[in-house]
């Protein structure tokens, strides 16, 4: 994005077994993993094949969508092998090939700022706040391409009411790993690290905003975000802020990665919106991934095509101006 790659723009582990990993499926995994290793050593397998076989396991116990899109879904290889998480790379293939040694495990969250209690809650616990649900939305990057995607993940307004905000608290900042040693991408100083993302009080409180722990009923692979990640979906991607280890509850607005890389190019709101395009290219119409060379872009939607839910939100603001 920063760094002017414009590749699109021009033709661009988890924890608690128990909760929610069936063992069974994990050993088969783990069995198939092995195998697959072997495989892939002889040359049987690509390398990403080995890499899948290796991460991917099943998450049980989580309730089937209401929200969905009616779009047909983004192929799993291509969620997870067409990635922005700089931490690992910049180029679409990095995170896939560079996050494959990358432990999710263990992980724990702190809760700051203004709450009744600041305290760090583990994963396995902030699985407990609310059952995990399918959500099925769409997802569009501010470069100019879009998928469809089916979440697993709880309501974030779930967790907030557990985290007891004070009356103080107008905004809600995500801060994310910082670790160097394990992400590769990050000895680079491309960004500000750690890449940190945020959103208004009612913007989290959304029902659409969700904690993602999963996609396609399995865990959350590495290059998606693990083990836990944002997703606003009617806002550009770069906002759903991947490996999240600090929640903060704010006064004042938090300062973001990316506006802070490109103040002209990125704000603060980032809705998705086809009427204010940016500043090196159109966001009128977008390029849906999983489709041949030859799809016609598509056309982009106001707020993502979540306008219903989601437009009262920013009555009497300028668009333009808080893009
Ligand atoms: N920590 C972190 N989170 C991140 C990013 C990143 O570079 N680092 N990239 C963002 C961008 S630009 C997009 S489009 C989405 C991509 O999510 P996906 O790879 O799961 O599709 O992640 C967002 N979250
Ligand atoms: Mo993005």
């Not at 192929?75 to 494959?100: C, I, L, M, R, W």
Request: net charge positive; proline share 7%; hydrophobic share 40%.
């Amino acid at each position: 994005m920063l760094i002017g790659k414009q590749s699109d723009i021009t033709p661009s582990e988890i924890t608690p077994q128990s909760v929610y990993q069936d063992r069974r499926q994990f050993i088969k995994a783990a069995g198939f993993g092995l195998l697959a290793t072997a495989a892939a050593g002889y040359g049987l397998l690509p390398r990403h094949a080995w890499a899948a076989a290796e991460q991917r396991k099943k998450i049980t116990g989580f309730t089937k969508t209401a929200y969905g899109a009616d779009e047909k879904l983004t192929p799993y290889d291509d969620v997870t092998t067409y990635n922005n998480y700089y931490e690992f790379g910049t180029s679409k293939s990095d995170p896939a090939e560079h996050s494959k040694l990358f432990k999710p495990t263990p992980w724990s969250v702190a809760i700051e700022g203004e709450v009744k209690n600041p305290r760090t809650v583990n994963l396995e616990d902030i699985l407990k706040i609310a059952p995990l649900e399918e959500r099925i939305y769409r997802m569009r990057c501010v470069e100019g391409w879009s998928m469809v995607i089916p979440w697993v993940g709880l309501p974030l307004a779930q967790l907030i009411k557990w985290a007891e905000p004070t009356a103080n608290a107008k905004f809600v900042e995500f801060v994310t790993l910082d670790d160097s040693l394990r992400m590769p991408g990050a000895r680079v100083p491309i960004l500000d690290w750690p890449y940190t993302e945020g959103l208004r009080m009612d913007e989290a409180m959304n029902p659409l905003t969700i904690l993602a722990v999963g996609l396609y009923g399995e865990v959350l692979p590495n290059q998606n975000g693990a083990p836990l990640r944002l997703v606003v979906p009617w806002k550009y991607g770069f906002k759903g802020a991947k490996a999240i280890v600090k929640i903060r509850f704010r006064e004042t607005m938090p300062q973001t990665t990316w506006v802070k890389a490109g103040p002209r190019e990125y704000g603060f709101y980032a809705n998705v919106n086809p009427t204010v395009d940016h500043p090196r290219w159109t966001q009128a119409s977008e390029r849906r991934i999983g489709g041949s060379v030859f799809s016609p872009r598509i056309k982009t939607q106001m707020f993502n095509g979540y306008a219903e839910q989601v437009a009262h939100l920013y009555s009497g603001m300028d668009l333009r101006k808080n893009f």
